[in-house]
């Protein structure tokens, strides 16, 4: 009887699962420009919490501290935008050149094309045919021209639109900017007397300490593996910078960055690195050879990064499934766009992480009522 009384209440509670699952991912997609700046904001108080509790053990005041590692934090990232900023505006502008230069390759196979299509017509045309007498040469010509110049419209107006998208979306990210400023300060001044309050009055935690304890142990595995990731990127731009500037690449500083905010996107990420060098190496140097040798240094780079030192520092454990990676770049994708894809495996590791913790806490909890009792 117990056992059909589980089942009939799996059965009733599993509606009510999926009308949950599918509540988050509505309030997730509409909530988008609240929410993201919360969890990029959260993962940066992570990355920097245990630096203010260490100044704070010698007698630095949280305040002071957090300021201090926010402005150090800034400043880097400053520097590189405004170091950025002119080749980004250059790429910008070349967006539409390289539709226009696109539609001009693409007119010209077209045209070469509908030559070789219209051989036959034209001898006929010669000997005195026409097909059924109502199409002649020029007449056929007139609506592949008409569509090549309505492909190339398409192409110029895509360009153009990518640019006044990303200018029109400038304000917004700027906004969110300077409230992830003020909620990263507020999280790492007040964050800890909001937690412990909510551990001290929340009345179904019984055992106070052992939730501190845990709590403690997951903030600092998810420090120590953001902290991790970010300096094997960081590390994986600024290699990939150097070498393209040596080998004479323009913009080897913007390709860096690129390289390193694109290695937090496992297999997809790397994919679009090498097809934007890609790109970048047909625009400095034609249809050529040579113009392989930046996406050959990054997948290189990338490839000795991703077989070798990430899983040598962060161990195998922490490899996740590539199928479970694909799905959620895409579940991500969907959801928060280009910022969701960049934050959905920081956001998956930490979920494992907080689930591992919790296993490992119940195991030990149970060994210790079984000794107890």
């Given at each position: 009887?117990a056992?059909?009384s589980d ?5 009733k509670t ?7 699952f ?10 988008q ?7 990029v904001t959260?993962?940066?108080?992570l990355?920097?919490?245990?630096l ?6 010698l007698h630095?005041?949280r305040?002071?501290s ?21 080749p980004a505006?250059k790429?910008?502008?070349?967006v ?5 230069h696109?539609t001009?390759q ?12 219209n051989?036959?017509?034209q001898n ?10 109502i ?7 007139a609506?592949v021209?008409s569509?090549?110049?309505a492909?190339?419209q ?9 640019m ?12 969110q900017l ?18 412990e ?5 929340f009345?179904?935690?019984?055992d106070?300490?052992q939730?501190?304890?845990?709590v403690?142990t997951i903030?600092?595995?998810?420090s120590r593996?953001i902290v ?6 960081a590390?994986?731009g ?6 393209l ?16 905010l694109?290695?937090?996107?496992p ?5 679009i ?8 190496g ?9 113009a392989?040798i930046?996406?050959?240094v ?9 077989q ?6 962060l161990?195998?454990?922490m490899?996740?499934?590539?199928l479970?990676v694909?799905l ?6 969907w959801?928060?766009?280009?910022v ?8 998956l ?5 907080t689930?591992?913790?919790?296993n ?9 009522e079984?000794?107890?009792e």
């Amino acid at each position: 009887m117990a056992t059909l009384s589980d089942q009939s209440r799996v059965k009733k509670t599993e509606p009510v699962v999926w009308l949950l699952f599918l509540g988050v991912l509505y309030t997730l997609y509409f909530t988008q420009s609240l929410l993201m700046p919360v969890v990029v904001t959260s993962l940066i108080a992570l990355l920097l919490s245990p630096l203010v509790a260490g100044l704070q053990r010698l007698h630095i005041p949280r305040t002071v501290s957090a300021f201090l590692l926010v402005a150090t934090l800034i400043a880097p990232f400053t520097f590189l935008g405004a170091e950025l900023a002119e080749p980004a505006q250059k790429w910008a502008k070349l967006v539409p050149e390289l539709t226009q230069h696109i539609t001009e390759q693409l007119d010209s196979i077209s045209d070469a094309m509908d030559g070789k299509e219209n051989a036959p017509a034209q001898n006929d045309d010669d000997d005195g045919f026409s097909f059924f007498g109502i199409f002649s040469e020029k007449a056929e010509q007139a609506p592949v021209k008409s569509d090549d110049n309505a492909m190339s419209q398409r192409l110029k107006q895509g360009g153009l639109e990518i640019m006044l998208s990303v200018l029109s979306s400038t304000p917004l990210i700027l906004a969110q900017l300077m409230t992830g400023v003020i909620l990263t300060l507020f999280l790492l001044i007040f964050g800890p007397k909001l937690f412990e309050a909510f551990i001290r009055y929340f009345p179904k935690i019984t055992d106070k300490d052992q939730a501190r304890c845990l709590v403690a142990t997951i903030q600092k595995e998810l420090s120590r593996y953001i902290v991790t990731v970010s300096i094997i990127n960081a590390g994986l731009g600024l290699s990939t910078a150097l070498v393209l500037y040596f080998i004479g690449i323009e913009d080897a500083l913007l390709w860096g960055v690129l390289a390193g905010l694109l290695n937090f996107i496992p297999y997809v990420g790397s994919l679009i690195g090498a097809t934007i060098l890609t790109l970048a190496g047909l625009v400095q140097f034609g249809m050529q050879v040579t113009a392989l040798i930046p996406p050959g240094v990054y997948f290189v780079l990338n490839l000795i990064e991703s077989q070798f030192i990430t899983p040598t520092v962060l161990g195998r454990n922490m490899q996740l499934n590539p199928l479970i990676v694909v799905l959620w770049l895409l579940v991500w994708g969907w959801l928060w766009g280009a910022v969701g894809v960049l934050l959905a495996v920081p956001l998956l590791v930490c979920i494992k992480l907080t689930l591992a913790q919790l296993n490992i806490w119940t195991h030990w909890l149970k060994i210790i009522e079984a000794k107890s009792e």
